[in-house]
């Protein structure tokens, strides 16, 4: 936080080009949102833009810390990409957000627009539901995550992955299935895979 402030007496940007994992606010709201920045977003070369979102109960860390033990942020070191990690809460119907977003890491690091995608467990899967379709022109494609919602009939949403885990007692597949099959009837761009146990 020192040296944040200190860049910015300075005038200078603390985030440009930031690499490593640091937590930086978004928006009015000043929304905590974690960010991980693979070596490679030190360059030049335009890097895809991951946006977690995590679930019910989460917050910004989940994705960089909590699922799969930081996996996410190994794969954004070897694929080259960069992840930020919003507070869910915040985008639930709130498609701006994500706009200003993606134009706010724009501005600090070179970002391939052609190749931002969501990711979303939970809660966040159902976010991520609704910005695939809110925002089908902007994100490349979407993977939900024991949670999504129905897609509407007259919108195409971006390509987008649901993954059902039939254990779940709240996202289960009896819940998210019945949605994403009447989306695939409708010839959306929509895939389910249900995983066992």
């Not at 960010?35 to 030049?44: D, F, I, L, Q």
């Not at 979102?53 to 960089?64: P, Q, R």
């Not at 993977?143 to 993954?163: D, E, R, S």
């Amino acid at each position: 936080l020192t040296g944040e402030v200190e860049a910015i007496e300075a005038g200078r940007n603390p985030y440009a080009r930031r690499i490593g994992e640091y937590q930086r606010p978004q928006g009015r709201e000043r929304t905590p949102c974690t960010v991980y920045a693979p070596k490679a977003a030190a360059e030049s070369t335009p890097l895809p833009l991951v946006i977690a979102l995590h679930g019910m109960g989460g917050d910004d860390s989940m994705f960089v810390h909590g699922y799969g033990g930081g996996l996410l942020c190994r794969l954004a070191d070897e694929r080259k990409f960069i992840v930020v990690s919003p507070l869910t809460y915040k985008l639930a119907g709130n498609a701006a957000f994500i706009d200003s977003l993606i134009d706010d890491i724009a501005a600090d690091y070179a970002v391939d627009r052609d190749r931002v995608y969501v990711i979303g467990h939970s809660l966040g899967g159902g976010v991520a539901m609704y910005l695939a379709q809110a925002r089908a022109s902007t994100i490349a494609a979407a993977t939900c995550i024991a949670g999504a919602g129905p897609v509407g009939k007259k919108i195409v949403p971006c390509p987008t992955l649901v993954i059902g885990a039939e254990l779940d007692r709240i996202g289960g597949p009896t819940r998210v299935r019945p949605f994403i099959q009447a989306a695939v009837a409708d010839g959306k761009p929509v895939e389910y895979r249900e995983v066992k146990n």
